[in-house]
């Protein structure tokens, strides 16, 4: 009896475990198709684009971006109020360089 | 009108068509798109509608990824501010220190995408939803909607709704709730963007009329021309 009863115990358990384990979602599930840039360096570049091409921040816009030629940084395309910026940055922040390409 | 082809064009219709005539994005376009990696075939999938509502009903809830938390977020916006990353499908709301509160997103499908730099122009609490003439046009079943749906758990515009202005008038986008939260992290919507209840709830009450709105989506029209 005892051994019945320690058999369906841990049955229970086990069933406890499967149901627990089916309904918990899984880590880290999620990425987009296309790498693009976090919205938080996008935006720093278009900000130094601003400054360094000397027009008003309030007409500058990140319209797409990538990963950058050289490990860990990103390209972001910038569009001006007249034309459009080039802009690289790493992935801790730091302006590689702005250039204005129309 | 260069960087739209003629497809996309033909596709455009409502807020989509007044996003393109108003900005004419030169970018290339480049729909972005979430993927859900599939562990038992250890391969990355498309996370389309679907797959989508299957994780819902499975897990009760969004994948992590796209529920509420604060990041880490490097900017000279000023707090208070809201950037719309369309592509990751996130809404983050300046904070001060550095800091963002990250909300799971909804955003326009393939030719209803834009980006620009906006504003709240007004605020309202379970809004009447009323479907634009294109939208009926579209479905004939949003007909008995015309003048206005009440708000209420059914309405698709949810528990809030934020109203995006630009130069003082309506865009007839907005930031609203949605009777499907198992459609964040897609794209979805007619270029509005959409929260689950309990976010837009959270985001509304954080929030001001005024509030700057920051729409980056690759490729997608220029609301305006900046």
């Known amino acids: 009896m005892f051994r019945s009863l320690g058999i369906m115990g841990l049955a229970s358990a086990l069933l406890l475990v499967a149901a ?3 309904t918990t979602p899984p880590a880290a599930t999620i990425r987009s198709s ?12 278009a900000s130094e684009a601003a400054t360094r091409l000397s027009v008003a921040a309030s007409g500058v816009l990140p319209i797409a971006s990538r990963p950058g030629a050289a490990g860990g940084t990103f390209e972001v395309d910038v569009k001006l109020p007249s034309g459009q910026a080039l802009c690289v940055i790493d992935d801790k922040g730091t302006i590689v360089s702005v250039a204005k390409v129309s | 009108m260069s960087g739209i082809s003629r497809r996309r064009m033909l596709e455009l219709s409502g807020a989509g068509l007044a ?5 004419a994005g030169e970018a290339q376009a480049q729909a972005v798109y979430s993927q859900i990696y599939d562990a038992k ?4 999938i498309d996370y389309d509608p679907k797959r989508a509502m299957q994780y819902y009903k499975a ?9 509420r938390q604060t990041v880490s977020f490097r900017t000279a916006e ?5 950037i719309i990353d369309g592509d990751r499908h996130f809404l983050y709301l300046v904070r001060p220190e550095f800091q963002a509160i990250r909300y799971g997103i909804g955003v326009g499908r393939d030719g209803f995408g834009w980006a620009g730099i906006v504003k709240v122009g007004r605020m309202v609490e379970w809004p009447t939803w009323t479907p634009p003439a294109e939208m009926i046009a579209r479905d004939p079943r949003n007909a008995q909607w015309a003048n206005g749906m ?19 008038k309506d865009t007839i986008y907005r930031i609203h709730g949605t009777a499907e939260p198992w459609s964040i992290g897609l794209n979805i919507s007619s270029g509005c963007i959409r929260l689950n209840n309990d976010d837009v709830t959270d985001l509304y009450a954080r929030v001001a009329v005024g509030t700057k709105v920051i729409v980056l989506m690759s490729g997608a029209a220029l609301y305006r021309g900046v």
């Open chain 2, 78 to 82: 000023k707090p208070g501010t809201i």
């Open chain 2, 41 to 44: 075939r250890k391969t990355w």
């Open chain 2, 150 to 168: 009440p708000g209420g758990p059914e309405n698709p515009l949810g528990a809030r709704a934020m109203y995006l202005y630009e130069g003082g």
């Open chain 1, 20 to 22: 627990c384990a089916s």
């Open chain 1, 34 to 45: 296309a790498l693009t840039a976090p919205a938080d360096l996008q935006l720093l570049c």
């Open chain 2, 59 to 67: 897990y009760g809830s969004v994948p992590e990824e796209f529920k």
């Open chain 2, 19 to 23: 996003a393109a005539m108003l900005g």
